[in-house]
């Protein structure tokens, strides 16, 4: 069983900082890419920021130059260090993770794991 865990959320004016972190555990043999996703009320879920195995990053335009995403492999963690807050990213973030439960014959694909969410509110 896997799960991701994730912390760091809370609520911070316009222009502050928050950091959120999602660890990945359980019966885990290897990691592929790692994101971090966004879901407003009444608005659908959206990437925010994905980071590959191999620490290649992309982001969404609107959090470019704001937001940077890193992972700590040994740890199977994922962090996103987000400055200059806007109301408009005020939303529950949720963590995602392409795991590998295990490698060689029988092994099934890759799989999609996500966390549980944790709220991000910015006041203006």
């Known amino acids: 069983q896997v799960q991701l865990v994730e912390s760091g959320g809370g609520l911070v004016q316009a222009g502050g900082s928050l950091r959120l972190s999602c660890r990945a555990s359980?019966?885990?043999?290897?990691?592929?890419?790692m994101g971090w996703y966004r879901q407003a009320p009444g608005k659908q879920r959206e990437l925010v920021a994905g980071?590959?195995?191999?620490?290649?990053?992309n982001y969404a335009d609107s959090v470019k130059g704001r937001f940077t995403i890193s992972r700590d492999n040994a740890k199977n963690t994922v962090y996103l260090q987000m400055n200059s807050l806007k109301p408009e990213d005020t939303a529950v973030y949720y963590c995602?993770?392409?795991?590998?439960?295990?490698?060689?014959?029988?092994?099934?694909?890759?799989?999609?794991?996500w966390g549980q969410g944790t709220q991000v509110t910015v006041s203006s």
């Open positions: 995602n993770a392409d795991i590998y439960l295990c490698s060689g014959y029988g092994c099934p694909p890759s799989g999609d794991f």
């Open positions: 359980g019966s885990i043999f290897s990691i592929n890419a």
């Open positions: 980071i590959t195995s191999g620490g290649r990053t």
